[in-house]
């Protein structure tokens, strides 16, 4: 059984950066994988990024390629999303979760989620 916090978001102006954390209590085993989604408002919930929790290797929706860096610090079981050059669009729930598997594909694979963080951009 894994449980996860976010923390980070916000209220923050259009071109800001912003960095999220989630925090995972219990125990994150190599094999797994980490994940960030998103809900905008009236919207489906949408992955963003991924990362192995021993390897590193990296996954970004088309999306947020180039803008958002997933990072994480195994020590102290924390992911995080950096969001650099917000715009409107980044406003939303922001959620990680982990998944088991470790195949970071399929929103399905992920069995545990966090409450999520809300990020407001305002133009």
């Known amino acids: 059984q894994v449980q996860l916090v976010e923390s980070g978001g916000g209220l923050v102006q259009a071109g800001d950066s912003l960095k999220l954390s989630c925090r995972a209590f219990?125990?994150?085993?190599?094999?797994?994988?980490m994940g960030w989604f998103r809900q905008p408002p009236g919207k489906e919930r949408e992955f963003v990024a991924a990362?192995?929790?021993?390897?590193?290797?990296?996954y970004y929706s088309d999306s947020v390629k180039g803008r958002f860096d997933i990072s994480k610090d195994t020590a102290r079981n924390t992911l995080f999303l950096e969001i650099n050059s917000l715009n409107a669009e980044d406003s939303a729930v922001y959620y990680c979760a982990v998944d088991p598997t470790g195949l970071l594909r399929g929103e399905q694979n992920y069995r545990y989620w966090g409450p999520g963080t809300q990020v407001t951009v305002s133009s």
């Open positions: 219990g125990r994150i085993f190599s094999g797994y994988g």
């Open positions: 990362i192995r929790w021993s390897a590193g290797n990296t």
